[in-house]
């Protein structure tokens, strides 16, 4: 095993958090066939859905914030001007994600055809958001407001000791509670009325704070030891682990509670209350991040082919995540729909995964591709 966390210009550890990363979105997305349905927009059949959807889908809600933290990590504080940053990340990630949201518009799912589609309606929502089906493709919107903002915290962050980064950090860690004092019964807080929605706490919320955080790992975390890591970072991942699941198995049961069939049946308001947890910008969620971020930062190995695989995946990852919505409402539909729900939900996710590389491989050999697949 080598001991470098640099190979030919690569950052070891972070094409292994890109591979398994982009591996829990798609268990995340599986996840979602067991409590998520069309008439009721939270539907849970059963109690062992429940069970299984929440635990699996718990354990990996940071897929998220680790491919935040993965970019900062190599691009903050800048190491270009400003114009040739914004001219590579908006060229490698725009236009990628513009072709595949007119591909996600047009083309029905598997299982639908053209006439099942509001075409004129996609078309409208392009101007605005994203086409309704694909829904992941939130991820960039989120992705690309954090590069126009990295050209304006690189020279603060520069000049920032270790102490205020930590205060930095502190104050945007409270602010992940914030979701849940909502539901202590104020609705608007630390300034927020109908005429103003941006509170106190706006300007240093969000995803911004997983920016700092990985330049402050990348600054301050050196050479921890394998007892260092684990003392810390053990358990903020099983109090983080423990917040993420506890409230969705509690909202679940006793806010909307089990019907005389056994099922869990909701709205779209409950939907989104009890995935508040889940939410990506909570304290769990960020504590199991951290932890786990902290803890791939110790992967050196380097040599192989396994390697070589991990690198190829970690490079096609961004295809991958703008494809395998395609790929895995076919997968989940055709393949896995009638095995135990948690291998169906592994099932579908690892086929996924598998598929929606060998594709993202096949066009990585096209000319320009870069600008299908990033």
């Known amino acids: ?10 950052v070891v550890f972070l094409d292994y958090l890109r591979a398994l990363a982009c591996l829990t979105v798609i268990i995340v997305h599986s996840c ?17 859905d429940l069970h299984w959807a929440n635990l699996i889908d718990s354990l990996f809600r940071p897929a998220v914030p680790l491919f935040v933290m993965a970019s900062s990590y190599l691009l903050v504080p800048l190491r270009d001007d400003t114009r040739t940053f914004f001219k590579r990340r908006f060229t490698r990630v725009a236009i990628p994600y513009l072709i595949w949201m007119i591909l996600y518009a047009l083309i029905p799912q598997f299982g639908s055809s053209w006439a099942d589609m509001d075409l004129a309606a996609n078309a409208r929502a392009l101007l605005f958001n ?25 020279p603060w962050i520069k000049t920032l000791t270790k102490r205020g980064e930590e205060i930095f950090i502190g104050v945007w860690f409270l602010t992940t509670f914030i979701p849940f004092l909502r539901y202590l019964g104020q609705a608007e807080l630390y300034g927020e009325a109908i005429w103003n929605e941006f509170s106190l706490f706006y300007y240093v919320s969000g995803y911004i704070g997983y920016v700092v955080i990985a330049h402050y790992i990348r600054t301050y975390v050196i050479d921890w030891s394998w007892r260092k890591v684990l003392s810390v970072g053990l358990p903020l991942f099983v109090v983080g682990y423990a917040i993420t699941a506890g409230w969705f198995y509690w909202y679940a049961l006793s806010e909307v509670g089990v019907n005389a069939e056994g099922m869990i049946l909701g709205s779209m308001a409950d939907l989104r209350d009890v995935e508040a947890s889940w939410r990506f910008c909570t304290p769990g969620v960020a504590m199991m991040s951290v932890a786990l971020f902290i803890g791939f930062k110790k992967i050196t190995c380097d040599k192989g082919w396994f390697y070589r695989l991990i690198t190829d995946v970690s490079k096609l990852s961004y295809g991958m995540y703008l494809m395998h919505i395609f790929i ?24 996924t995964y598998i598929i929606s590389y060998l594709l993202t491989k096949v066009i990585s050999y096209l000319p320009k591709s870069k600008y299908i697949i990033g």
Do not use: D
Request: with cysteine; aromatic share 14%.
């Open 130 to 154: 994203f086409p309704g089906i694909a829904g992941h493709l939130w991820f960039v919107y989120m992705l690309l407001g954090v590069y126009l903002l990295m050209p304006i915290i690189s």
């Open 1 to 10: 095993m080598a001991t470098s966390t640099h190979t030919a210009g690569r």
């Open 32 to 48: 979602e066939f067991f409590y998520i349905g069309a008439e009721h927009p939270l539907c849970i059949t059963s109690l062992a």
């Open 328 to 351: 895995l409402n076919a997968v989940f539909r055709g393949l896995t729909c009638n095995l135990p729900t948690p291998l169906s939900i592994f099932s579908t996710a690892v086929t």
